[in-house]
């Protein structure tokens, strides 16, 4: 794949897969073995998080349809090999943290990807794109489980910054581009609409009585977590492989 083509993205954006795919059966074996060698990639390059989790998916029978997907994300690699996340000196300190999801993306079981992405110094120290466990009803609800899995981790992250002499001062802000979530992890006055959600989900609401996170709005374009929920357009990729701390290396 050295002698090919590099391009600018990872995945084609818009793009959807499915487990029917085009084309003929591939190999099983070479397709998991690539991968897995993406999924080693991940540990240093968040702007691949998503594409990744999707084509893990498909490694029970894959399509050459889906090879030809995994082998453009090598082209992108190609193109960007010197590039690694890059942290700064007496950057902002501050934790911060991003929350989003993509709703019922998956035309087979209707399942959405949530993602969350945390930034200290510049650059991501944690991220996760992973198809949710259940199929939610609304937007509102995807994003509400979305939250809940963010504010789990952002739990233990804080407790481990805390352990490596990193105190947050004050209530810890993760940001959401959906406001109502934001209502909703703040008072249940939608409780007819949202009595089926799963106790284990306003474990998001108790920590936010807690006043030990809240959520807080931006707007979509600034939503950093974007990069890890769906294939997004070229100008957006860059400026929010940039945010992630992703940079060329000299």
């Known amino acids: 794949m050295w002698e090919s083509n590099p391009v600018s993205n990872p995945i084609v954006p818009g793009m959807i897969l499915t487990k029917a795919g085009a084309g003929e059966d591939v190999d099983s ?146 940001t959401c581009d959906n406001t109502s979530t934001i209502k909703l992890s703040v008072n249940p006055v939608m409780h007819r609409r949202t009595k089926h959600i799963d106790v284990r989900f306003h474990y998001l609401r108790d920590l936010v009585n807690q006043e030990e996170l809240k959520l807080v709005y931006c707007k979509t374009e600034d939503q950093v977590a974007d990069i890890m929920t769906k294939p997004i357009k070229l100008e957006a990729f860059i400026k929010l492989r940039g945010l992630l701390g992703v940079k060329e290396i000299n």
Not at 43 to 55: E, I
Not at 89 to 117: F, I, P
Request: net charge positive; glycine share 6%; hydrophobic share 35%.
């Open 29 to 174: 074996t070479k397709y998991k073995k690539l991968i897995g060698s993406l999924m080693y990639i991940t540990v240093t390059r968040p702007d691949l998080a998503y594409c990744v989790c999707l084509l893990s998916r498909f490694m029970a029978r894959p399509k050459s349809e889906h090879l030809q997907a995994a082998k453009r994300v090598l082209r992108y690699l190609k193109g960007t090999f010197n590039f690694g996340l890059f942290y700064e000196r007496g950057s902002n300190s501050k934790l911060q943290v991003y929350t989003d999801n993509d709703y019922a993306r998956d035309l087979e079981d209707r399942k959405c990807t949530s993602g969350y992405v945390c930034i200290f110094s510049g650059g991501a120290t944690c991220w996760s794109s992973r198809k949710q466990e259940i199929v939610t009803l609304s937007s509102t609800e995807a994003e509400y489980v979305a939250a809940t899995t963010c504010a789990c981790h952002c739990k233990w992250l804080k407790g481990l910054m805390e352990d490596l002499s990193e105190k947050i001062d004050g209530v810890l802000e993760v």
